[in-house]
């Protein structure tokens, strides 16, 4: 069994694309297939070199591997289609002469003008052959003019494609409803993808080919060039389409669409990888937190969604969330320093022991790990602003007498030594108050806010200092 992922270097690597580069990647792994990489970049005005190191990047980050690509080379290459056209040219010349392919001089004016005349008859538009007989006479009088021509293949008539998709089942098409003639060689020389993607899937030997639906229509073209080339044909599954809360095609103006925005924000690849791989398909078991190798065992392309995933935004984040709870503290310390850097905090300079326990106390509140700053904030900065309801608690009678007593405290009975332990032990025995009424204004007090971790936890993090700071801080403002 050999599968393939074949992204094209115009742009980032689409989530919708990584999502079939990780079902590829797991059902060659379920199978101990080989996994090719093409990298399909005849699109020459738009494709780039950075765009596909990027997208390469961006696959190794999810944690997928291949066995032949561009960058490690295969016995089936090479593997960039820009690097092929020599062999297409071999292919095309083998249409023309068997007649299954033949030179179109029909200019673009001509095409509009025959699309006006459909659209005028209320008819789809299908290429009418114009081209399909003409006399070496034709031929030299339109390139007398100029005209370059493209190639065209010439759709039998009345044929039935029948597609027997692994995961849409029995599809059927008929050669007058694929829109006529197609051009398979653009005017410059260049071929058209869905000519060249046949020819490499059977020159690399590709047994299934595992891609988004709206291949689907492309499928009986592809095929129909297959059999005039006597090249076998692959097994075909279609993945349905990753669609918007809206059900329309998933787009910027859903969120991040784009696997290395999702890197930058602070998703876990584990946790990408996870989910993608999940949208159009659950375990028995209704587990959602699964490893690679867990769903490779468990997946069947058989049991893939017909129709489309909805991408939830939401749910991705609750579960990079899980992940980031369940890695490794040193390994998640890690990860989270980039962000606390990019926030202004001199971790480099920070005890690492005292770093991992801040992380290990507020990791639980991180969906991202773009949210650790404000969640570290509360012990790395020296002063904090109390938000808008802890300002509103800190005005109250109770609230001023335990603010009193803590800048009383903070100066004269505690030391370093004594503060995180007796602190408000020693504010609830002079102030007779007990419960939320003591918790919540110190809280407020050290913090900034009503919310966080457990406080016996907190306040030996945040030091004697900075509490000494922070009380002295809320006592001048109360004044």
Same mark, same amino acid.
């Given at each position: 069994?050999? =599968?393939?992922?074949?992204?094209? &270097?115009?742009?980032?690597?689409?989530?919708?694309?990584?999502?079939?580069?990780? #079902?590829?990647?797991?059902?060659?792994?379920?199978?101990?297939?080989?996994? =090719?990489?093409?990298?399909?970049?005849?699109?020459?005005?738009?494709?780039?070199?950075?765009?596909?190191?990027?997208?390469?990047?961006?696959?190794?980050?999810?944690?997928?591997?291949?066995?032949?690509? &561009?960058?490690?080379?295969?016995?089936?290459?090479?593997?960039?289609?820009?690097?092929?056209?020599?062999?297409?040219?071999?292919?095309?010349?083998?249409?023309?002469?068997?007649?299954?392919?033949?030179?179109?001089? #029909?200019?673009?004016?001509?095409?509009?003008?025959?699309?006006?005349?459909?659209?005028?008859?209320?008819?789809?538009?299908?290429?009418?052959?114009?081209?399909?007989?003409?006399?070496?006479?034709?031929?030299?009088?339109?390139?007398?003019?100029?005209?370059?021509?493209? =190639?065209?293949? +010439?759709?039998?008539?009345?044929?039935?494609?029948?597609?027997?998709?692994?995961?849409?089942?029995?599809?059927?098409?008929? %050669?007058?409803?694929?829109?006529?003639?197609?051009?398979?060689?653009?005017?410059?020389?260049?071929?058209?993808?869905?000519?060249?993607?046949?020819?490499?899937?059977?020159?690399?030997?590709?047994?299934? =080919?595992?891609?988004?639906?709206? @291949?689907?229509?492309?499928? &009986? !073209?592809?095929?129909?060039?297959?059999?005039?080339?006597?090249?076998?044909?692959?097994?075909?599954? @279609?993945?349905?389409?990753?669609?918007?809360?809206?059900? %329309?095609?998933?787009?910027?103006? @859903?969120?991040?669409?784009?696997?290395?925005?999702?890197?930058?924000?602070?998703?876990?690849?584990?946790?990408?990888?996870?989910?993608?791989?999940?949208?159009?398909?659950?375990?028995?078991?209704?587990?959602?937190?699964?490893?690679?190798?867990?769903?490779?065992?468990?997946?069947?392309?058989?049991?893939?969604?017909? %129709?489309?995933?909805?991408?939830?935004?939401?749910? /991705?984040?609750?579960?990079?969330?899980?992940?980031?709870?369940?890695?490794?503290?040193?390994?998640?310390?890690? /990860?989270?320093?980039?962000?606390?850097?990019?926030?202004?905090?001199?971790?480099?300079?920070?005890?690492?022991?005292?770093?991992?326990?801040?992380?290990?106390?507020?990791?639980?509140? #991180?969906?991202?790990? %773009?949210?650790?700053?404000? @969640?570290?904030?509360?012990?790395?900065?020296?002063?904090?602003?109390?938000?808008?309801?802890?300002?509103?608690?800190?005005?109250?009678?109770?609230? !001023?007498?335990?603010?009193?007593?803590?800048?009383?405290?903070?100066?004269?009975?505690?030391?370093?030594?004594?503060?995180?332990?007796?602190?408000?032990?020693?504010?609830?025995?002079?102030?007779?108050?007990?419960?939320? !009424?003591?918790?919540?204004?110190?809280?407020?007090?050290?913090?900034?806010?009503?919310?966080? &971790?457990?406080?016996?936890?907190?306040?030996?993090?945040?030091?004697?200092?900075? #509490?000494?700071? +922070?009380?002295?801080?809320?006592?001048?403002?109360?004044?």
């Amino acid at each position: 069994m050999r =599968v393939r992922f074949a992204p094209s &270097p115009t742009g980032f690597l689409h989530i919708g694309n990584a999502r079939t580069a990780i #079902c590829n990647f797991v059902i060659a792994k379920k199978f101990d297939a080989t996994l =090719v990489l093409r990298v399909e970049d005849t699109d020459m005005e738009r494709s780039t070199r950075e765009s596909e190191i990027s997208i390469l990047n961006d696959l190794k980050w999810l944690g997928i591997e291949w066995n032949e690509g &561009p960058d490690i080379g295969g016995d089936y290459g090479p593997y960039r289609q820009s690097d092929r056209f020599d062999i297409y040219r071999e292919y095309t010349d083998r249409l023309l002469r068997s007649g299954n392919a033949y030179h179109c001089y #029909c200019s673009p004016e001509d095409l509009d003008a025959m699309r006006a005349d459909a659209a005028e008859q209320n008819r789809p538009f299908a290429y009418p052959g114009k081209c399909r007989n003409l006399s070496d006479a034709d031929k030299k009088r339109f390139e007398a003019e100029g005209r370059t021509p493209t =190639v065209r293949f +010439r759709v039998p008539d009345g044929e039935t494609i029948v597609v027997n998709d692994l995961i849409k089942g029995r599809v059927v098409f008929g %050669s007058e409803n694929i829109g006529g003639d197609f051009i398979i060689v653009r005017s410059d020389g260049t071929p058209i993808y869905n000519y060249i993607v046949i020819i490499d899937d059977a020159l690399m030997k590709i047994t299934h =080919v595992i891609r988004g639906e709206d @291949h689907l229509p492309n499928t &009986p !073209k592809q095929v129909l060039i297959s059999r005039a080339l006597g090249l076998p044909e692959p097994e075909y599954a @279609h993945l349905a389409l990753v669609l918007g809360p809206d059900r %329309s095609k998933l787009s910027k103006r @859903h969120g991040i669409t784009s696997v290395e925005m999702y890197r930058r924000e602070g998703y876990l690849p584990d946790a990408l990888f996870n989910y993608l791989a999940m949208l159009g398909w659950a375990a028995e078991s209704g587990e959602e937190i699964l490893s690679p190798d867990r769903i490779a065992r468990e997946i069947q392309i058989g049991n893939l969604a017909k %129709s489309a995933a909805i991408f939830d935004f939401q749910k /991705l984040k609750w579960m990079n969330g899980m992940y980031i709870r369940s890695y490794p503290l040193s390994a998640i310390t890690d /990860l989270f320093i980039p962000y606390l850097r990019d926030a202004g905090y001199p971790v480099d300079s920070m005890d690492r022991g005292w770093l991992e326990r801040v992380i290990d106390l507020v990791r639980g509140n #991180c969906e991202v790990l %773009s949210d650790i700053a404000g @969640h570290a904030a509360m012990f790395m900065n020296d002063i904090v602003e109390p938000d808008a309801d802890a300002v509103a608690m800190l005005r109250d009678d109770d609230s !001023k007498k335990i603010i009193d007593e803590a800048y009383r405290l903070i100066r004269s009975e505690l030391t370093a030594d004594n503060f995180a332990s007796e602190l408000v032990g020693k504010i609830k025995a002079s102030t007779s108050l007990k419960g939320k !009424k003591l918790f919540m204004p110190v809280r407020a007090i050290l913090t900034g806010s009503q919310h966080g &971790p457990e406080l016996d936890q907190a306040i030996p993090l945040i030091g004697f200092e900075r #509490c000494k700071k +922070r009380i002295e801080y809320i006592y001048e403002k109360s004044r």
